[in-house]
């Protein structure tokens, strides 16, 4: 099968689209052909390295993934050839105490396909059973791809650590982004009101189409001294963040008494100062936040079948020009989510 291959960490010249051996499934796995793959900042950071992590390499990315069932091993129940299927990206031991009680992503053996195993840019890819999904309603393959990390990632972030509530205001960081976008849809849904930053006036544009109802560019304005402005000097409830240290500072000012941050990621750097006199008096809660469990990406599925929530897609690369999708990520030119077809 045709599959993009990382030998080695470095620029998206390190990205190998590569003829390899197709997997053959275990007894409680299942093979499954890759119609879509939709790219994450995660696969970013596979390619380059990160320090202080080692990564099992060589390496085939790709973390979101939608296709059809071609195998089933014989210990898989309820999946057959021929299954439409989404993939849920994160994999556990499913015999821990975390696992059992339903918080797999807490399990200490916890991994995510494409970072810690081989992942879903290729033509074909090996997943236990446990993480495939029917596919809801009537979504394609691209659009069903573009919603397994992001959709929990941003349900797990707000409703599950930050508790967002109705009639609360939330700060929605680098609103362009496949997590940001996702997390826009549930604030609303949850019916707070919803404040989004973004780079450029096109993105805030299609961030207000989504449904935010304040936006700042924060190439133009200063974010906290907007926040101020809009909530009367008192703050937001809840900051949703992945930006880390660009970012951290003036989150940490923008909230209000007993407000809360949430954090899944670094992309701006991950060394910051804070002044721990805020977090006490003000009785701040910091959050981290990775991922999300099973039952949760059921949940989001629901709600995207209902209409509730709707994958969105940026562009669609095909596998050859992994590189190509690469650097439209990387130089921050999406809106939404990235996919590649095999």
């Given amino acids: 099968m045709k599959a993009v291959v990382i030998h080695e960490h470095g620029d998206v010249d390190k990205l190998q689209v590569e003829e390899v051996e197709t997997p053959s499934p275990a007894p409680d796995e299942v093979l499954v052909q890759v119609k879509a793959c939709a790219l994450n900042h995660l696969d970013l950071w596979v390619r380059k390295g990160v320090p202080g992590q080692r990564m099992p390499l060589p390496m085939i990315p790709g973390s979101d993934v939608a296709g059809v069932v071609k195998k089933a091993g014989s210990f898989v129940k309820g999946v057959k050839t021929g299954d439409r299927v ?30 810690n195993r081989d992942g879903g840019c290729a033509e074909y ?32 972030m707000l409703v599950s650590r930050a508790h967002l509530r109705p009639g609360e205001d939330v700060l929605i960081h680098a609103a362009g982004s496949g997590v940001s976008s996702a997390g826009i849809q549930i604030a609303k849904l949850l019916g707070a009101r919803v404040i989004a930053t973004a780079g450029s006036d096109v993105k805030l544009k299609k961030a207000r189409e ?132 095999p």
């Avoid at 975390?98 to 970072?115: F, R, T, V």
């Avoid at 791809?145 to 929990?152: E, N």
């Avoid at 009367?232 to 407000?259: C, E, P, Q, Y």
Wanted: aromatic share 8%.
């Fill in 210 to 341: 989504m449904g935010a109802d304040e936006v700042i560019n924060y190439k133009k304005l200063d974010f906290f001294e907007e926040l101020k402005k809009m909530t009367r000097k008192r703050g937001v409830d809840v900051i949703f963040d992945h930006i880390g240290a660009d970012t951290w500072d003036k989150n940490i000012r923008s909230l209000k008494m007993g407000g809360r941050l949430v954090t899944c990621g670094v992309t701006s750097g991950f060394e910051v100062a804070t002044d721990i006199r805020y977090i006490f008096y003000r009785r701040l809660s910091v959050l981290g936040s990775t991922m999300g469990p099973k039952g949760e990406l059921l949940e989001v599925m629901n709600l995207v079948e209902r209409g509730a929530l709707r994958p969105v897609i940026d562009s669609v690369f095909p596998l050859s020009e992994i590189a190509a999708a690469h650097r439209r990520m990387q130089d921050r030119k999406a809106f939404g989510k990235i996919i590649v077809n």
């Fill in 125 to 156: 890819v090996c997943v236990p059973g446990v993480n495939v999904l029917p596919i809801p309603g009537k979504l394609t393959f691209d659009e069903a791809a573009s919603i397994p990390l992001v959709f929990l990632t941003a349900w797990h």
């Fill in 86 to 115: 989404v993939i849920a990206p994160g994999i556990s031991c499913g015999r821990c105490s975390a696992c059992l009680k339903g918080q797999d992503n807490l399990c200490a053996s916890y991994g995510i396909i494409g970072e």
